[in-house]
């Protein structure tokens, strides 16, 4: 049986629209020397390294050989895992395993985008099949459309429903020093702004950053010489099905790679209750209408019910489980490590990390990664060892 | 290490071109066959490693594109973008985790794509990229500098191309199976000084599929589970010229890890046979000498020696290796199936007698900037 | 997989990515190209931990992982430590073989500098010198140094 693991230090860029200063292996090596710094580590103390990002949007092959110079690769195990949007939650997963296996005690975790260096919708709209999809799938925005439409037609959700989720997490960035979008979103600013495809307008979406993340993990036994309080995984679950776009289509099911996750997940970690037993949420919420839609596939509550859940106050900081104080995707966006963003985020809160964005009293955090084709990871890291 | 085997293998036949074929239909091909090889259904499986690049693709998320086909509807499925023999490790390494049983699937096209402007893509975008450099003209460079430094002949490095290609007669999934003279390689058109045509591989189409599973699974598959004994990597720097191409100090660092795992002090004398990733002919020797099987320089020698020919002491690529067929990233899985094969009695006419421990190689990068090596054996 | 298909040629699609790309070079590139393009001058970094001197010039040292700050202008003359001589085209190139690229030494550095070799090519072998010969137009691009030639 694997070894238990957690996080013992995270860092991360100051992330922005895009870093002119630096290439990305420069920019790899501020998340890599900020998760070091965190955990009091140096990168000789690092067994392995486990990189991802989305080769297309910079254009590099072979992004772990590339890096080394900047993710302290040189003369180190590495290797690339590139999952599209979740990239960044299965690099995490991936070091999980490095270590679980007991063949690493400290391995480093990174995941990173310069989403500036290239067109962005251009190079996602080759993740669809060229003979099948890519003529009439335009990008990301349309298939959450879609989704959405059929949300809002079984529920009666409305726009102004999903713009409440992104005036939420845009508050929360303000008290998030790395956050990309730092101004503050109200609900009439969502409604007022331009619609890119309905009912998807400019403000319900994320932005694209230039941004890197990096975790340090570490063994059972090692973990705690390291940091007073690691923060431990109790579940890690990954599912990503469908080729074709086509066969997603059943919004009526909901995000069905979600619910499956969660499932494994909250078995792994002995976890009946959620919305109860989990005390933060950081969720990779691309798109104001998934803070609605999506709570209610991971078990938050209960089909339909998103919305009032939402509306009374449970997500909100304060509220019962409190979704993405450090603002979410729809903050920052370097999209491959947005996902790993989320695990660093809820080991944040779990550390006691957080300052501004900490949720009081923390023991159970819940990170997700989200991409295509509609594919979920699911996170849970304690304070508890398990 | 926990006891881990490897209990069902798959290859397609390599071709220059599958016409036939998408890259789901040959992944499910190798998933299916696998899991009869080792008498396993798609519900033994819980975990599922591909092995996609999106360069190679052409498509963002290019697991996408073949995770169904591997079994992962409802499953733990995640992607190695690089060489098999690191997507292998993945596998490996969540079996030791806890899970049961792992497929992992490499798949590639060379017939879709470019190799010169794909493994363009490797290279630095500001400093190098633009003078064009691509996997070929570095391999050239490597081999200049490790043929120069050691006094290294083309004729000696050709001996390579022979004795693979030679070897390819005996493995019905190789592409190229040649009865060629050094004369033949000498007298191929010139592609960059040093390497002639018959010093490089073939484009290539193919997939392979390997199942690693936990001591219990292994009790009851099909065939004798091959043990996993040693596996390690290890990545030198990026940039060429910061690094020494005559010294694969990655490798070395590779070898001597995987060693330790698997009690090799003397790998000449412990290991039976060996698969190593030779896309281009020099690459042969070079590796043989990062992995310890002689001193520097002395690579070239061994085929001369009868050493590393059929029937030698160390055969070395009995399969024909990469020069016989070489669809990327799937040609470092296929020798580690090939090793497997060897250490089941299963090579059939590229059988190497009693085959006990085998090692298998594969790398990542330009000439050969990141190792992965495998040491695999029938007894726990 | 199906008899009918061995008799017939399967469609393709051809196709091609189309994704343009604007690298940022940096602050620590771009001081090196604009000092090629201004002033035809080669500039490194030193690492002062190993007192390595890397070109092009790194922002840090991958071996001690460790910043760099120092600046050195290096020759633009150097040793060849190996090379290979292209005969085959394709796009990418700069130039139509048959030319040569070459891991230069230069006077001053620590590491090889990749570059091209364009005359000369029977001539060539390591061990020799080359220098730079840079272009007349120059835009701020390892290119601005047109190639290296035998001296």
Known sequence: ??????????????????????????????????????????????????????????????????????????????????????????????????????????????????????????????????????????????????????YMEKYGATQEDAAIIGERDRNNALNNPFAHLQRPLTVADIMASPMLAYPIKLGDICPRSDGACACVLAADGVAQKITRKPAWFKAAAVRHTYTWFGDSTDYNKGLVSMQRASKDAYQQAGITKPAEEIDVAELYLPYTWAGLKWIEDIGFCGPGEGVKFVRDGNTHMGGRIPVNPSGGVISTNCIGATAMLRVAEAAIQVMGKGGKRQVPDVKNALATGFGGCFWSDVVILSTERP | MDNAAIVGVAQTKYERRKKDQILADLVFDVTQAALDDAGLAIGDIDSVVTVSND?????????????????????????????GTFGAFYGLMRVLSGYKATIVVAHYK???????????????????????????????????????????REEDVAQVSVKNHGNAKNNPCAQLPMDITVTDVMKSRKIAAPLKLLDCCPISDGAAAIIIANEEIAARTKKKPVWVKGVAHCCEEYLLGDRRLSDPVALKDAARRAYAMAGITDPMAQI?????????????PLWL???????????ASLIEKGITPMGGRLPVNPSGGALSANPILVAGLARLIEATLQVRGEAGARQVKNAATALAHGFNGPCGQSHCVWIVGGKK | MTEWLKDVEPLTLKGQIAVPYSWWVGDTGSRFLMSLRDDRKILGTECPSCGTVFVPPRKNCGRCFVDIDQWVEVAAEGVIEAHTIVHYAYPVQPVKPPFAYALIRLDGTDVGFLHLIRKDLDKIKNGLR?????????TGSILDIDSFELI
């Open chain 2, 289 to 299: 000498e990062g992995l310890g099987f002689c001193k520097p320089g002395e690579g």
């Open chain 2, 55 to 83: 360069f190679f693709d052409g498509r963002t998320i290019s697991g996408m594109a073949v995770g169904d086909a591997a079994g992962g509807e409802d499953k733990n499925i995640s992607t190695v973008s690089g060489d």
């Open chain 3, 130 to 138: 080359v220098k730079a010969k840079f272009k007349e137009e120059r």
């Open chain 2, 110 to 152: 060379g017939s879709e794509g470019s190799v010169p402007i794909t493994t363009n893509g490797m290279f630095d975008p500001i400093f190098q990229r633009p003078l064009g450099i691509d996997a070929i003209s570095a391999a050239a460079l490597q081999a200049n500098a490790y043929m120069t430094r050691f006094g290294i």
């Open chain 1, 1 to 150: 049986m694997g070894r238990r693991v957690a996080i013992v230090g995270v860092g991360q860029t100051y992330h922005k629209s895009h870093r002119p200063d630096v290439t990305s292996r420069e920019m790899i090596r501020e998340a890599v020397t900020a998760a070091l710094d965190d955990a009091e580590l140096t990168i000789r103390d690092i067994d392995a390294i486990v990189i991802g990002n989305m080769d297309h949007f910079e254009s590099i092959n072979y992004v772990d050989t590339y890096s080394v110079e900047g993710s302290g690769g040189v003369m180190k195990p590495i290797m690339k895992v590139s999952t599209g949007g979740t990239t960044g939650a299965t690099v995490a997963i991936a070091a999980y395993y490095h270590v679980a296996s007991g063949l690493f005690d400290r391995v480093l975790a990174i995941g990173f985008e310069k989403n500036s260096e290239s067109d962005t919708t251009g190079a996602i709209i080759t993740c669809s099949d060229a003979i099948w999809d890519r003529f009439s799938y335009s990008g990301a925005i349309p298939s959450l459309a879609t989704e959405a439409t059929a």
């Open chain 2, 272 to 284: 039976d046979v060996a698969e190593v990733l030779e896309p281009f002919s020099y690459m042969e």
